[in-house]
T-cell receptor, first 109, second 115 residues
Framework: QKEVEQDPGPLSVPEGAIVSLNCTYS??????FMWYRQYSRKGPELLMY????GNKEDGRFTAQVDKSSKYISLFIRDSQPSDSATYLC?????????FGTGTSLTVIP | DTGVSQNPRHKITKRGQNVTFRCDPI?????LYWYRQTLGQGPEFLTY????????KSRLLSDRFSAERPKGSFSTLEIQRTEQGDSAMYLC?????????????FGPGTRLLVL
């Protein structure tokens, strides 16, 4: 079983839709949870990080962590064509990062 | 630009040749990480440094791979006797162990193609 599981998609939505991206994990030692956005042929760019269960909001993005269910989500409101990218979840034990495989998102104008 | 930089951005080489990549982290970051990413996969951890000390290496890092960070600033990743399976994007990231959360910031990557 992989440390982090993420549905690879691809996911295609119309502009303005609410997008939900999810990851599950198995390691209770994960302390920090991050979402990265990666455009084609570029390095990952940090979007959000959180370290506790609950919600964290930043503009159109909301990160949600449920440690009891070992489940994290990223919600994108009012999605835009510029949001089209691969979204990677990442988790940190303190010494090592583990990434999901990434979900490919396309927002259609 | 004060972000993480990597050079070269692209490298094409023939099987059996040696290649070396360079990473310059964010200047105040004391931790530096190397990852490998193949198409459709998330980054896979290779190794990391705290200052000049290499603290952890993945089992993915075969003896053909070596990384250094001689003065605790920039780092190099060398692959000897390259194989076609080494073709991938090699990503470098840096972070500060002094900051809560220790979020990693990535460079643009070096794309390696072994023919």
């Amino acid at each position: 079983q992989k440390e982090v599981e993420q549905d690879p998609g691809p996911l295609s939505v119309p502009e303005g839709a609410i997008v939900s991206l999810n990851c599950t994990y198995s390691n209770s030692a994960f302390q920090y949870f991050m979402w990265y956005r990666q455009y084609s042929r570029k390095g990952p760019e940090l979007l959000m990080y959180t370290y506790s269960s609950g919600n964290k909001e930043d503009g159109r993005f909301t990160a949600q962590v449920d440690k009891s269910s070992k489940y994290i989500s990223l919600f994108i409101r009012d999605s835009q064509p510029s949001d089209s990218a691969t979204y990677l979840c990442a988790m940190d034990t303190g010494n090592q990062f583990y990434f999901g495989t990434g979900t490919s998102l396309t927002v259609i104008p | 630009d004060t972000g993480v930089s990597q050079n070269p951005r692209h490298k094409i080489t023939k099987r059996g040749q040696n290649v070396t990549f360079r990473c310059d982290p964010i200047s105040e970051h004391n931790r530096l990480y190397w990852y490998r990413q193949t198409l459709g996969q998330g980054p896979e951890f290779l190794t990391y440094f705290q200052n000049e000390a290499q603290l952890e290496k993945s089992r993915l890092l075969s003896d053909r791979f070596s990384a250094e960070r001689p003065k605790g600033s920039f780092s190099t990743l060398e692959i000897q006797r390259t194989e076609q399976g080494d073709s991938a994007m090699y990503l470098c990231a840096s972070s500060s162990s002094l900051l809560e959360g220790e979020t990693q910031y990535f460079g643009p990557g070096t794309r390696l193609l072994v023919l």
